[in-house]
């Protein structure tokens, strides 16, 4: 996930406002959870614990990914050969574990084993 060089001060200025009104959502939405998570008025973030900062860190980095994507689907001459598969982190890290552990669970399906069918031969 890369910022482009931006071709145009317009393509510039473009892409910092999709960011801004999408940060917008996002802190709105976060303080909604911290609020029903802490109560109204339950503090700022800098009262927050660090596992909670950890997901401001997350929501931050999948900000950034869906800024770009939308915006080089906008404007496809930014796009490159690594945009043809856009998968946020969050998803990409389920996406690997439930992909170990459905193999792991073939593995232990006496189908799984070719070898034991055949008698250990």
């Known amino acids: 996930m890369n910022i482009p060089d931006f071709q145009t001060e317009e393509h510039?200025?473009?892409?910092?406002?999709?960011?801004?009104?999408?940060?917008?959502?996002?802190?709105?939405?976060?303080?909604?959870?911290?609020?029903?998570?802490?109560?109204?008025?339950?503090?700022?973030?800098?009262?927050?614990?660090?596992?909670?900062q950890e997901v401001l860190r997350d929501i931050t980095q999948s900000l950034m990914y869906d800024t770009e994507y939308t915006f080089k689907d906008t404007h496809p001459e930014y796009k490159n050969g690594d945009d043809e598969v856009f998968i946020p982190y969050r998803s990409f890290k389920e996406n690997v574990s439930e992909a170990i552990n459905e193999a792991l669970d073939k593995r232990e399906q006496p189908w799984a084993h070719p070898e034991s069918l055949l008698g250990g031969k």
């Open 12 to 52: 510039q200025a473009e892409f910092e406002l999709l960011f801004e009104q999408k940060a917008e959502m996002y802190v709105s939405l976060m303080n909604k959870v911290k609020d029903m998570m802490y109560g109204p008025g339950g503090g700022n973030y800098s009262n927050l614990p660090g596992t909670c």
